[in-house]
């Protein structure tokens, strides 16, 4: 079969013959579609533990086993605490192989029926995205429809996801970009406003202009941080999951201990949110958003349209063509 090989750090990846073999109790199924995460890309340069190459990478799939499409779930070994992963865990795409490959192996018990109301691609977006944004929100932050929810950086697969999830729950959501026109299509999608982070005191400004928020969701870290701190109601609950931005400087304790703000840090989600996550797409017909799609001998393209500033949404793989 033909996959997409990452062979050195820093390297493209090359399409080629890859052998992939089943363990036991696993069956090798044909993969139709998967989605690229930022995760891809850190493997890619050589930004994550453990990377031993070559290897197939891709965390999120859409498979077909006897004409039933399935969602592929990327966790594997989370282990027996539904609160933390064990040492064992790990991700789906790097030390088992990925999904930029026409045929993954994936244990039955990895395997979610697809939701009815999704086209092959939309359903490859959701996985790692929507997983990783239904632990920060529900599973960490405890979302209730009556909380009103800031999205920072919509334009982030997981963050849009955020944005989507909590809208259905009933939540008024506001979120920030560095671009209007990515503001403007959150308000088409429900979304009540937005910020431009850009903007100088942006949070400051914003918390004025429309009143505070109870839980926020953040992928950036970095500088702009104490902005979402400035934004926060007094008790509310941070949801970060991702540092983009790097180092967080520049924040008062007393602004935390005051406000009494609850921080979490969030990573992937258990077997059970991945359920709950899946449900919550089927029950209130989200339908992820697909930027663009490439076909798999065309993954080097597709990740360098990773970076394309204009980009809304998650970008997937066509791993049949
Ligand atoms: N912990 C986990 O389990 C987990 C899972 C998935 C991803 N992540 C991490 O989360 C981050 C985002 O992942 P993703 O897949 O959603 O990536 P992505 O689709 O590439 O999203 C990146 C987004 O970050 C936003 N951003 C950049 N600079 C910002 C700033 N200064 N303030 C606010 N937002 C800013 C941008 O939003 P605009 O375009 O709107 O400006 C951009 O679109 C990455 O660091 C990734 O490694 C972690």
Same mark, same amino acid.
């Given at each position: 079969m033909k996959a997409a090989v990452l062979?050195?750090? =820093?390297g493209p990846l090359v399409y080629r013959d890859w052998n992939v073999e089943a363990n036991e109790g696993e069956k090798l199924l044909e993969v139709k579609f998967a989605a690229i995460n930022r995760r891809d890309l850190w493997i890619q340069k050589g930004l994550y533990p453990g990377i031993k190459l070559p290897a197939v990478l891709g965390s999120d799939g859409l498979v077909y086993e006897n004409d039933q499409a399935f969602l592929v779930n990327? =966790?594997?070994?989370?282990?027996?605490?539904p609160r933390v992963p064990a040492s064992s865990y790990h991700i789906r795409g790097l030390e088992k192989e990925g999904t930029f490959a026409e045929f993954t192996a994936v244990h039955p018990d990895r395997l979610a029926k697809k939701p009815s109301h999704l086209s092959d691609e939309q359903a490859a977006a959701l996985p790692l995205g929507g997983l990783t944004a239904y632990r920060a929100l529900v599973?960490?932050?405890?979302?209730? /429809?009556?909380d009103r929810v800031f999205i920072n950086g919509i334009g982030g697969g997981v963050a849009l996801f955020a944005a989507q999830f909590a809208l259905a729950i009933g939540c008024e959501v506001h979120v920030s970009s560095s671009s209007q026109s990515k503001i403007d299509q959150a308000i088409q999608l429900g979304a009540t406003g937005g910020v431009l982070?850009? /903007?100088?005191?942006w949070g400051k400004n914003y918390k004025k202009q429309v009143g505070g928020f109870d839980v926020v969701i953040d992928s950036a870290g970095g500088d702009g941080f104490p902005q979402l701190i400035n934004l926060c109601n007094i008790g509310a609950r941070i949801g970060i999951y991702g540092g983009t931005r790097g180092t967080i400087n520049g924040i008062s304790p007393q602004h935390l201990f005051f406000k009494q703000i609850h921080i979490f840090g969030s990573t992937m989600g258990n077997d059970q949110e991945f359920s709950e996550m899946v449900d919550l797409v089927d029950k209130y017909k989200i339908v992820p958003h697909v930027d663009e799609v490439f076909r798999l001998q065309e993954i080097n393209k597709a990740f360098a349209y990773m970076? =394309?500033?204009e980009r809304f949404g998650k970008v997937i793989i066509d791993c049949s063509n």
């Open positions: 062979q050195e750090s =820093n990327p =966790n594997l070994d989370w282990g027996d605490n599973g960490n932050c405890n979302v209730q /429809s009556t982070y850009t /903007s100088d005191m970076k =394309n500033k």
